[in-house]
């Protein structure tokens, strides 16, 4: 009785010491991940914060009597004369037309300096779809410069007497139109539709999310079979011997290879040596392929490996050979994690920016590509090449960018979610 | 006296059986893996449509030696197998011998069911399919609900047939495991500890089943209880340390063992 009473206050003793630890680990665990939800909170709230501005852009109402004087003196209604009539002038004269009182030459130009030089562009895209339109009058309302946009959304401040990029006229002119309610911010379709440009008004991401559906296109169709078809075979029918063993080892280097290094090779093997065109999604996509591929392979053998060897034995026993054992049986069950792996492999290639520099996706590109083998850039380049911009509206823009490819990667991810739920099945 | 166990010991009792219902003959056979020498000297005849039993303790190589019958032992990294295998008159280890053929002559139950991940259906019709037994839909229905039948589940099962073949309970997965062993209509099925995993009335109705299949199959059953070979089988054989020590009808083995080492096995002062 004694002897069991003491054993038990031994065993007491060290209790307390033994839930002490454990506790702490567990907070120290709470800690962790409460600093880790943090961090991301921070990311979120500066990116969007930065960020979402740039989904309104200011718009100047313009009441444009299309002067058949100025567009179509000879009233060809050639869409030839049309397409080469003086826009630009007509913006002028209407802005001349608010503001009659402007005179000087220096001002003149500071004034036509308001609105968007795409502004001309709008107004050719409007008689080019309809010709009917010269001769009347029309409210337009066309993008505001990138300065008078900052100044709208409170990114650069300009006191009583104006300074620096914006002049004390201006401001009254600024004012002028605010008071006549033709100074709007608007949702800003521009930076969903256009392509790359100089100009931050009229620069979108679409060229750059086209450019990056094609290089991930191209970096999925070959990635995925290649990665699927090294697994199963190195999985279930590869002899293991010292041959196989240096393979795996090989594949296991090359995940962890830097990015750029496949970026030098792209350049020296795809461009250099097979003379792929310079900057295309094909090349683009060719480069993350070598970088995705170790990833999946490594994915598709763990979830290969997880498939229990019951299931190939069962599928055996009754007489199925050893490719239809693994087709019919093993392939599908293993499939959930092959395809969380490619869509992690795919996510981390549509976040990859160095080997793309390397061959030439880093190029300034207004247009929207049309296939692989065009002239492209990718998203994360795209905000690359904006962060480096010196306009001031380049700034709200590089993080709006950010925000879109982080939705981009966000909707992957959830997909790979959706995926593996749908494909999993109950042993 | 006992002797060593490493020495090759002679096989007592009736290995051979002598007589026109040798379905399996064995001679010899030795397997090793790697280093480990598994099997030695086994020879073993096995009669036709009865069911015989391999008992014997843990690690004596009766599954090994089970699952050289049907060359599973393939699969395996550094197997090595010895000595003749011949069914019907013919040896199925030599070369035009194909694997899968003799797969599908050959029905095999594991220890754990295993039934596929699909419906109960395509389960059973998994094995005709890929063998092209059935011409059309409603052959293969007929093989699918005759299995099932045979196997002693379609009352239970008939309508869920689309149901998945995990979800049934234990016994049940393992009577669907020997209904796809049969839907192939092998001549020979081999049965790996069928009950290791099941309770004893699932155990009590897969029983029942090899009796009633040992009427139209060849069955070889390894099992680790002693009550289980005394009930089902026919015959018996003893395994101990990769020896086959002792062969024998089944009342004469558990009534009156040649062997010291079947004595203490059965009598349970081992093992």
Redesign the interface.
């Known amino acids: 009785m004694n002897k069991s009473q003491a054993r038990l206050d031994l065993v007491k003793s060290g209790l307390k010491k033994r839930h002490f630890k454990e506790k702490t680990f567990k907070s120290l665990g709470i800690a962790a991940i409460l600093a880790a939800l943090a961090m991301l909170a921070i990311l979120f709230v500066t990116i969007i914060g930065s960020g979402y501005s740039a989904f309104q852009q200011t718009f100047v109402r313009l009441e444009v009597f299309f002067d058949r004087e100025l567009l179509d003196p000879d009233s060809t209604g050639d869409p030839e004369v049309l397409s080469q009539a003086d826009y630009g002038g007509l913006v002028k004269k209407t802005l001349r037309n608010i503001f009659p009182e402007v005179k000087k030459r220096r001002q003149k130009r500071d004034l036509y300096k308001m609105v968007s030089s795409g502004a001309a562009f709008q107004l050719r895209e409007m008689v080019m779809n309809n010709p009917g339109t010269i001769g009347t009058r029309q409210t337009v309302w066309v993008p505001a410069d990138d300065d008078i946009d900052m100044l709208m959304k409170g990114h650069i401040s300009a006191d009583k007497e104006g300074s620096g990029r914006i002049k004390k006229y201006k401001l009254d002119w600024i004012n002028h139109l605010k008071e006549k309610d033709a100074l709007q911010k608007r949702f800003n379709f521009a930076l969903f539709t256009n392509g790359d440009s100089r100009e931050p008004e009229l620069a979108g991401i679409w060229g750059a999310a086209v450019g990056s559906f094609y290089t991930m296109l191209v970096t999925l169709l070959l990635s995925f079979p290649l990665g699927v078809a090294t697994a199963v075979y190195l999985e279930e029918f590869a002899p293991?011997n010292i041959w196989t063993d240096i393979i795996e080892v090989n594949i296991n280097n090359l995940a962890a290879v830097p990015s750029i290094v496949f970026g030098l090779l792209g350049l020296a093997v795809f461009l250099n040596f097979f003379s792929l065109p310079r900057s295309a999604p094909v090349v683009g996509g060719l480069v993350l392929t070598l970088m995705t591929l170790p990833t999946i392979i490594i994915a598709s053998r763990a979830s290969l490996q997880s498939v229990?060897p019951?299931?190939?034995?069962?599928?055996?026993?009754?007489?199925?050979?050893k490719m239809?054992s693994v087709m019919?049986?093993v392939l599908p069950?293993a499939l959930p994690g092959m395809l969380t792996g490619t869509i992690i492999g795919m996510a981390r290639a549509l976040g990859e920016t160095a080997p793309l520099l390397m061959i030439g996706m880093v190029a300034f590109i207004v247009d929207v590509p049309t296939g692989i083998f065009d002239k492209a850039t990718v998203l994360p380049v795209q905000i690359y090449l904006w962060a480096d911009s010196p306009e001031r509206a380049f700034m709200e823009r590089t993080s709006a960018a950010i925000i879109i490819l982080l939705a981009f990667l966000l909707i992957m991810n959830a997909v790979a979610v959706v995926l593996r739920k749908k494909f999993e099945?109950?042993? | 006296m006992v002797r060593a166990h490493d020495e090759f010991a002679e096989t007592v009792g009736q290995p051979l059986l002598n007589n026109e219902r040798v379905k399996i003959s064995c001679s010899d056979v030795n397997v090793y893996y790697d280093e480990k020498h598994a099997i030695k000297n086994v020879s073993v005849e096995i009669a036709e449509k009865e069911v015989t039993a391999f008992i014997g303790p843990s690690g004596c190589g009766k599954s090994t030696f089970l699952r050289c019958l049907n060359r599973m032992n393939d699969t395996i990294k550094g197997c090595r197998i010895e000595g003749n295998i011949v069914i019907d008159r013919e040896d199925i280890y030599n070369k035009n011998m194909d694997p899968v053929l003799l797969r599908a002559r050959i029905g095999m139950v594991f220890q754990k069911p295993n039934p596929f991940p699909k419906s109960i259906y395509q389960n059973v019709a998994y094995g005709p399919r890929i063998h092209g037994l059935a011409r059309n839909k409603e052959e293969l229905d007929e093989i699918v609900i005759t299995s099932l039948q045979k196997a002693g589940l379609y009352e239970e099962v008939k309508d869920q047939l689309d149901h998945t073949g995990t979800g049934l309970s234990g016994g049940q997965q393992q009577r669907l495991c020997i209904a796809r062993a049969i839907s192939v209509q092998p001549e020979i099925i081999l049965m790996d500890e069928p009950c290791s995993a099941l309770d004893p009335i699932a155990t009590a109705k897969i029983e029942e089943l090899i009796d009633e299949l040992r009427r139209n199959y060849t069955i070889i059953i390894v099992t680790h209880s002693m009550q289980q070979a005394a009930r089902v089988s026919q015959r018996t054989a003893f395994f101990h340390l990769g020896n086959l020590v002792e062969v024998g009808d089944t009342n004469e083995i558990f009534v009156n063992p040649e062997h010291k080492l079947t004595q203490d096995y059965i009598t349970g002062r081992y093992g």
């Open positions: 293991k229990a019951s299931i190939r034995e069962g599928a055996l026993g009754v007489g199925a050979s239809q019919h049986h069950l099945r109950r042993w």
